[in-house]
């Protein structure tokens, strides 16, 4: 999808979930993306997988909630099926891998960081690889420029080279589901102290399409009552999307805040959640 394509999706996203309780017409919501009906519908389902009007249901605290509720029980269920239920064929398997300390001291002295920018189906992003695995994935909002900068300094030892074609294949793996016949996990290589470690390893066991609040995150690292902590290591997840912080809302029910956008969160969490519901078994 192109990243225009994806903009007018966020608006009429937007647009939904401000004006839900007087369900607006498709018309409404054609015009809010710049489309006509026919093709705003065509261009929404083919995003989606469903209707704009079914898609609203994944947008509101009430649907949230019930997230909040099924989803340690979908958990336990995905422990049990392990890596061959057939429920997760086509999920990402992800592991996490820590900088080593004298890695961590020298900034990542040494390491050579591919970098190349990339459509995908949440708007334009930046994927910055290493030998050791997947070290950034952010979703650009104005160029890449930002987003470089960000990941220079997070490595500021290490050896850059923009080089798309080197992370072109990463980018098709991780969006396109049709691709992943490979099984094999995605290696995700960052930095952080051990508690932003064990709670970006906590968010990647959530399946798509579930959610956990601050709180639910924090037991599950053995930190009962850190709900604020688990907040800020969110907040600093340097690998958007494979380590998926957008599934972490708040216990009410709020879908909060995100380092690249809350309209993007929404998208996301919404996007993951219609198709667990409507497209459990995509086409191998």
Not at 225 to 239: I, Q, Y
Request: overall charge positive; proline content about 6%; aromatic content about 10%.
């Amino acid at each position: 999808m192109r990243t225009r394509d994806y903009s007018r999706i966020e608006r009429a996203i937007l647009d939904l979930e401000k004006n839900f309780r007087r369900q607006p017409s498709l018309e409404e919501m054609a015009r809010t993306a710049g489309l006509s009906a026919y093709h705003f519908q065509r261009l929404f389902t083919r995003w989606a997988g469903i209707s704009p009007k079914r898609f609203l249901q994944y947008l509101t605290a009430e649907y949230a909630r019930r997230l909040l509720r099924e989803t340690p029980n979908l958990l336990d269920a995905a422990y049990g099926a392990g890596l061959s239920g057939p429920g997760r064929l086509h999920d990402l398997i992800v592991n996490v891998y820590a900088a080593t300390p004298g890695e961590l001291k020298s900034g990542g002295e040494g390491l050579t960081i591919r970098y190349g920018t990339h459509p995908s189906p949440f708007g334009e992003c930046l994927v910055a690889v290493t030998p050791r695995g997947i070290c950034g994935l952010s979703f650009l909002s104005s160029g890449g420029g930002e987003a470089v900068g960000e990941l220079r300094s997070r490595w500021a030892g290490a050896t850059f080279r923009e080089d798309p074609r080197a992370t072109k294949a990463v980018v098709d793996r991780i969006f396109d589901p049709s691709r992943r016949r490979d099984r094999s996990p995605l290696a995700v290589f960052v930095r952080g102290t051990n508690f932003q470690i064990k709670v970006w390893e906590a968010l990647v066991r959530i399946p798509p399409g579930c959610a956990l609040s601050y709180g639910d995150v924090a037991a599950a690292v053995g930190a009962p009552g850190a709900a604020r902590a688990v907040g800020s290591a969110v907040a600093r997840n340097p690998v958007a999307f494979l380590i998926p912080c957008h599934r972490v809302i708040r216990k009410t029910g709020a879908f909060g805040e995100y380092r690249w956008g809350a309209a993007r969160k929404k998208a996301l969490l919404a996007w993951e959640a219609a198709r667990r519901n409507y497209l459990p078994y995509l086409s191998s």
